[in-house]
């Protein structure tokens, strides 16, 4: 890596407060809207049409019992701590209009924050993240991490057609690249010694980065994809694989709890909770593995146009194999003539 494009990953490794903190509102911005717009009025509709049940959650007072052996409680509800889900009554509107109306029995309750926490906050991450990438540089914090991965990539076939090499170079290839067509990107593929869906990918990325705001929003799958493939499943895949574990861990103890009769059957915001965020986690694992590099990617030969099996190895691994295997040959010829 030449000490310019060096000096510019380092830069772009590097988020400054800007992208930290617009990264931060739109995240708590997505989780406020996927609140209160999204998981909150669906679940409204679920208990009320599936249920036929009334959902109280204005401040109405309804009497609770959170166990058969235990006395009759009394709860607020409110719209965000604990909604009370009570039989359907068209008579309660009028009943109360006239101030002598009983107060409703819930038979269940739902608490929204309990439940809907998991869901609302890696959505709102997620969210958050996907907009930043066709945000400018300056406060976009995944579309910087993008255009480092692209930087690096083109180092590293820069590194392998010139050696030490210029930011001019940098520019050549990325013209090169960008602007072949699928027959010149398949010649390509042998001129760089790296897979065909490798190369089309990255061709992919550049033709965003270069594009217009409007097409960058069209095209931010291709950049995203890039990211993914490139950086993201081969650094933290074990990573999520271990949450994935650890989430289902939590869900058998809350289902284990849940079984005891230590929570109870009225109330299953808590198990909500904890399938909402196995949930997720499988989630972000299936899209780890669909982004990935498969193993014949990894181990196998490439897609060139013309079918002979390449493996992308650096110049050092290739005079290191070069001379590995002239060292036989050079034993049996002197065996020869010892003979």
Do not use: C
């Not at 889900?85 to 009943?95: F, K, M, Q, W």
């Not at 997620?126 to 990438?133: G, I, Q």
């Not at 909770?273 to 593995?289: C, D, N, Q, R, S």
Request: charged share 20%; hydrophobic share 45%.
């Amino acid at each position: 890596m030449s000490a310019t494009t060096r000096s510019r990953v380092v830069e772009l490794s590097a988020h400054n407060a800007q992208q930290v903190t617009v990264l931060v509102a739109l995240s708590a911005t997505f989780m406020w809207l996927l609140l209160t717009m999204g998981f909150m009025p669906a679940m409204d509709t679920f208990f009320s049409t599936f249920l036929r049940s009334d959902v109280l959650r204005d401040g109405e007072r309804v009497v609770y019992r959170i166990a058969e052996n235990r006395s009759d409680d009394t709860l607020t509800t409110g719209t965000l701590s604990t909604w009370a889900l009570v039989e359907s009554d068209p008579r309660r509107a009028a009943l109360e209009a006239l101030g002598n109306a009983p107060l409703p029995r819930a038979e269940y309750i739902f608490q929204p924050l309990v439940a809907l926490t998991p869901l609302v906050l890696v959505g709102g991450f997620v969210f958050a993240a996907l907009f930043t990438v066709v945000l400018p540089s300056g406060i976009g914090f995944v579309r910087q991490k993008i255009e480092r991965e692209i930087l690096t990539t083109l180092d590293r076939i820069a590194v392998a057609q010139f050696g030490d090499h210029t930011p001019d170079d940098i520019r050549r290839l990325t013209r090169e690249i960008s602007g072949a067509d699928v027959r010149k990107l398949h010649d390509l593929v042998d001129v760089y010694g790296m897979p065909y869906s490798d190369l089309e990918l990255l061709q992919r990325a550049l033709r965003w980065s270069d594009a217009s705001a409007g097409m960058q929003v069209v095209r931010v799958h291709d950049a995203v994809k890039f990211y993914m493939r490139e950086y993201f499943t081969d650094r933290y895949s074990n990573a999520i694989l271990g949450l994935v574990y650890i989430g289902a861990a939590i869900l058998i103890i809350v289902i284990g709890i849940r079984g005891l009769k230590f929570l109870p059957a009225t109330d299953p915001s808590v198990v909500l909770g904890a399938l909402g965020l196995e949930f997720m986690l499988l989630i972000t694992y299936a899209v780890v593995l669909m982004y990935g590099r498969t193993e014949e990617a990894n181990h196998g030969p490439t897609g060139g146009s013309g079918g002979e099996a390449q493996f992308a190895l650096d110049a050092d691994s290739q005079q290191l194999l070069r001379a590995f295997l002239a060292t036989p040959r050079a034993s049996q010829h002197n065996a020869g003539d010892n003979a």
